[in-house]
């Protein structure tokens, strides 16, 4: 598998049998997975050694380190290193979602009425918040047709990571997000057993363990 160059928490990155796992990362069913959001770097056993100064253990390895580290911290320091000084808290920005722009976010509460989601990253490209965005998706603006008849406890669950646009800029807590075009929705969702389960169709995932089929307002693929 192609290695990602950004992830979101839970991602799989790629198989333990090809990677070390590194800081921002954890294993999982034989994978190494992301454990928060940000820029995926795989290094090399002999960067690895070079940087801890090592000749022994780490210089042995044969297989490169997957870490994930925030973009933004990266970036800051890239820039630092390339200045040739080191300025903490300085220079520092953050990425902010503005109307029409296309977010990912994993869903933390569910009512009759919305879901409660934090905004992880932002845009096309790929920027990934420093501070997490509170947003809301309301039941009116989780798909295009029969808004009436839409439950939220059958389109989203906690834990769920949802691609979504934002249509509005709310209030001051939250943004308000919606689903619905057939590209927007879960992209990646959990089932009630703790499996990774893929997409069946537009509105259901399948748990590959156990075969139960869960409800979902499902993101068509690119």
């Not at 308000?176 to 893929?198: D, F, R």
Request: net charge negative.
């Amino acid at each position: 598998m192609t290695l990602p160059s950004i992830a979101i928490p839970g991602r799989l990155l790629g198989p333990v049998s090809q990677y070390v796992p590194g800081p921002g990362t954890y294993v999982r069913d034989g994978g190494v997975c992301a454990s928060v959001s940000g820029i995926v770097t795989a290094q090399s056993p002999e960067e690895d050694s070079q940087r801890a100064g090592l000749n022994s253990a780490a210089s042995r390895k044969t297989l490169p380190t997957l870490s994930v580290s925030r973009a933004i911290a990266a970036a800051d320091e890239e820039e630092e290193e390339e200045n040739g000084e080191r300025n903490v808290g300085l220079g520092t920005h953050t990425v902010l979602p503005e109307v029409d722009a296309v977010v990912l976010a994993r869903v933390t509460r569910i009512t009759t009425k919305q879901a409660n989601v934090a905004i992880l990253v932002v845009g096309e490209g790929g920027g990934v918040c420093r501070d997490e965005f509170g947003g809301v998706i309301r039941a009116q603006d989780v798909r295009a047709t029969e808004k009436d008849t839409v439950k939220i406890a059958a389109s989203f669950r906690p834990g769920d990571i949802v691609r979504a646009q934002v249509i509005s800029l709310g209030d001051q807590q939250s943004y308000y997000l919606a689903t619905a075009s057939n590209h927007l929705g879960v992209i990646m969702a959990t089932s009630e057993a703790g499996n990774q389960m893929y997409p069946l169709s537009w509105k259901e995932f399948r748990d590959p363990v156990t075969g139960k089929v869960e409800e979902r307002k499902v993101a068509k693929p690119f």
